[in-house]
């Protein structure tokens, strides 16, 4: 048993590798030698076979380390934990021929394994600093649980280690709790007053029998914001008998035309509550009911956590049993609930805090932070008294804030007597109707991007949505931050990324979310994220591609552009086929409006165009235009965005490898130059498999000859005979094979046409 000293790298390191481990081992080496006898242990590694020269590579390294002292007695010796998993998921029936029969158990066993087995390199290899208390307990948790399959008695060592880690948890007052927060620029600005509601939180959260609190009143009146506040203010100052602070909204999805109008919630059933809660445990494996409950709540007794949801009132349905998990069941243990909702759920009135709106000093203190933080100058405000704000707003932090971006717009008089005859949510629209007047068309772009797209968006991400450069997107982004419409952005994996305050991207999807604007961006996003269209949607764009290609073969061009734009404005804005279909008309047209169709292309193409066709198109006409390299580039993007072995852009690709090649060694660069013949010679093998519909004999059999070209001009000759072989199974009759055949067989080496001549 670990001592008293031991760090919590030391006491992980134990159970996992000392007791686990030795058990997992035995219990292997028991059941699998019943089962096969003298054949257990090739069974053994058969899940491993592509690696079991590493695994005996590693054991050795481990003996040769001490860490693992005794020579190895047979297979099962040389296993560590990460190649348990394999190992149970191949003979789970074998080891557990009763238990395995329950679809659930087994995946709760392998789901514990995967567990395990992650966190063997941070204790094989560990820091200067030791693991953090959640770090080593998770993982001898799940340890535990297969070990009661495995070995009982194993189990209970396990079980008085984890004992041990809750003795000696070192967390003091003062050190900062682990968090699961949204951006704080996603909640509040900047937090003003409150203090004797904050001030009753605090006395809710140091009573050891009151395990869930309600924040309820208005919407607009910073239920919300104070809960943050709040949390933000828990975690900074710690606590020794909590682990960690978690936000979980309950804000439910809004659909307009199939889009997502509003950010998603972070559950919408008590699976996905579940889900979120254990990942903030560091467990992020699949979530089975009810086992998955069961574990929550011993982590939530074990490992307290004060835990904020957001919106409760808009559970419903499905929701309902997520209400009841988080509203009855989590305070049983000795995590802690905070509420937001505007109504008062049954059964809570007791333990509620109501929420008005900001008055007194508390109130001017708030006003006057807004007048600052917006910008406007004081003197504009002189026959404005701030109580009149106030009244005005009941003392709504959300319209206050509302009602001071219109004085950016008119002045202080017209924009009271303007709230005051519409009132509430009318009058916010009208200042949003205000301020969005007064936008450039990019930046309005930008911003119905931001309230029309699920979560956050990059630069890059705007820009192919909108259709705008990168450019215009970072000025709009400069214009929307000087309003206060769009909040600085968050780092996230070392990319910027921009969202709406939810209050804000509410009202923007109510005010604009109807224009034909929004209409065109929905469709844009469902492409950029990558929904897609509808299966009538589908059908109906297919239709429209067939009627444009029937004008345009019948020389109606002007017809065929006139059918697409109108549809592209229609129906179907921002529909990647369509432009697709349009960018293939402009190509056609005589002259060809070659401008055009590349602008249209691109548009398709950032759209992520599932059709191979359109890139063939594209990457044609970029050749037939002496842009090789161009043209080899789309040719790439198609393949790449369709997932297609389309022979027409393997066969563009292996056009412009080869033009490549021929510039590179006229350039001296003979290495370049033979890499690029190999790469072209790739991609017409890969046409020459593929075979994929509208591949006629004649492209097939320019791609034999370009094999032999290719092969020529290789130095492969030894290829010539098994290419023709492949070229007469295929095309028996092909005058191309005959020539070429009727050439070799004089020593004559046959001027096969390339694809262009022919």
Not at 172 to 177: I, K, N, S, Y
Not at 385 to 404: A, Q, R
Not at 681 to 704: H, I, M, P, T, W
Request: charged share 25%; proline share 4%; net charge negative.
């Amino acid at each position: 048993m670990a001592t008293k000293e031991d760090s919590n790298n030391s006491i992980l390191y134990q159970g996992l590798f000392r007791v686990y481990r030795n058990a997992v081992v035995s219990f292997l080496r028991v059941r699998l030698t019943a089962a096969y006898h003298e054949e257990w242990e090739e069974q053994l590694r058969k899940p491993l076979l592509k690696e079991w020269d590493g695994v005996i590579a590693n054991a050795k390294q481990l003996r040769s380390r001490g860490i693992l002292t005794a020579e190895p007695s047979d297979a099962a010796d040389y296993l560590s934990l990460n190649h348990f998993y394999p190992i149970f998921e191949a003979h789970i029936k074998t080891l557990w021929p009763v238990e395995s029969q329950d679809p659930v158990w087994r995946q709760n066993v392998l789901t514990w394994s995967r567990q395990t087995k992650h966190i063997r390199d941070a204790i094989a290899h560990p820091t200067t600093e030791d693991l953090t208390f959640n770090d080593a307990y998770v993982p001898l948790d799940a340890a535990r649980r297969l070990l009661n399959y495995v070995n009982p008695e194993a189990a209970n060592r396990i079980a008085q280690l984890q004992r041990q880690l809750r003795s000696e948890r070192p967390p003091e007052p003062g050190d900062a709790l682990l968090t699961l927060l949204p951006p704080r620029e996603d909640v509040v600005l900047d937090f003003i007053g409150r203090g004797q509601i904050l001030a009753d939180l605090n006395k809710w959260f140091i009573d050891p029998q009151s395990r869930r609190w309600l924040l309820c009143g208005d919407g607009g009146k910073g239920k919300t914001a104070i809960a943050y506040e709040f949390a933000t203010r828990v975690a900074a100052a710690g606590s020794a008998d909590f682990t960690l602070v978690v936000w979980l909204s309950a804000k439910q999805r809004r659909f307009v035309d199939g889009v997502t109008m509003s950010a998603s919630p972070d559950f919408v059933d008590l699976a996905g509550a579940v889900r979120r809660l254990l990942e903030a445990y560091g467990m992020s494996d699949e979530v089975i009911l009810p086992d998955a409950v069961d574990t929550l709540l011993r982590l939530l007794d074990e490992l307290p956590a004060l835990i904020i949801v957001d919106d409760v009132d808009t559970l419903s349905g499905s929701a309902e049993a997520a209400n009841e998990f988080l509203a009855l069941r989590v305070p049983t243990t000795h995590s802690k609930v905070l509420f937001t909702s505007r109504r008062v759920p049954l059964g809570m009135g007791a333990a509620a805090t109501i929420v008005s709106g900001l008055s007194g000093e508390e109130g001017r203190a708030f006003v006057a932070s807004r007048i600052k933080l917006f910008g406007i100058e004081p003197a504009r405000m002189a026959k404005l008294t701030i109580e009149k704000v106030l009244d005005v707003t009941d003392g709504s932090p959300l319209y206050i804030e509302d009602l001071l971006r219109l004085v950016k717009t008119v002045s202080p008089a017209q924009a009271v007597r303007g709230w005051e005859q519409r009132g509430g949510l009318a009058a916010r629209k009208y200042a949003l109707e205000r301020e969005v007047e007064l936008l450039t068309p990019d930046a309005r772009k930008v911003l119905l991007t931001l309230a029309l797209v699920e979560g956050s968006a990059s630069i890059d991400e705007l820009v192919v949505t909108t259709n705008i450069s990168t450019d215009a997107a970072i000025q709009s982004l400069d214009e929307l931050g000087k309003l206060f419409l769009v909040p600085q952005p968050s780092l996230f994996e070392d990319q910027e990324r921009y969202t709406l305050n939810r209050n804000t991207r509410s009202l923007i999807t109510e005010v604009l979310g109807g224009t034909h604007e929004a209409k065109q961006i929905k469709a844009a996003i469902r492409h950029v994220w990558g929904q897609g269209s509808g299966p009538r949607d589908t059908r109906e764009v297919g239709a429209l591609c067939r009627q444009a290609v029937l004008l345009v073969r019948s020389g109606r061009e002007s017809e065929a552009e006139a059918l697409l734009t109108a549809a592209l404005e229609g129906d179907y804005p921002s529909e990647p086929r369509l432009l697709g279909q349009l960018a293939w008309v402009y190509k056609k047209s005589s002259p060809a409006r070659v401008a055009e169709a590349r602008e249209f292309f691109r548009r398709a193409a950032e759209l992520r165009t599932a059709n191979p066709d359109t890139y063939w198109h594209w990457a044609s006409m970029e050749r037939e235009q002496g842009q090789w390299d161009e043209a080899l580039r789309i040719a790439s993007l198609g393949l790449a965005h369709t997932g297609a072995e389309h022979s027409g852009l393997l066969v563009v690709a292996a056009l412009s490898e080869e033009r490549r090649a021929a510039d590179l060694s006229a350039a001296l660069q003979e290495d370049r130059g033979v890499a690029a013949l190999e790469a072209a010679a790739n991609y017409l093998q890969r046409a020459a498999e593929c075979r994929d519909s509208g591949f006629r004999a004649q492209e097939l059999s320019k791609v034999y000859a370009g094999q032999v070209r290719l092969a020529r001009k290789r130095g492969r000759i030894d290829r010539i005979d098994t290419i023709l072989r492949a070229w007469a199974e295929a095309l028996p009759t092909d005058v191309y094979l005959k020539n070429e055949i009727a050439s070799r067989a004089k020593g004559v080496a046959y001027d096969d046409l390339s694809v262009t001549e022919r």
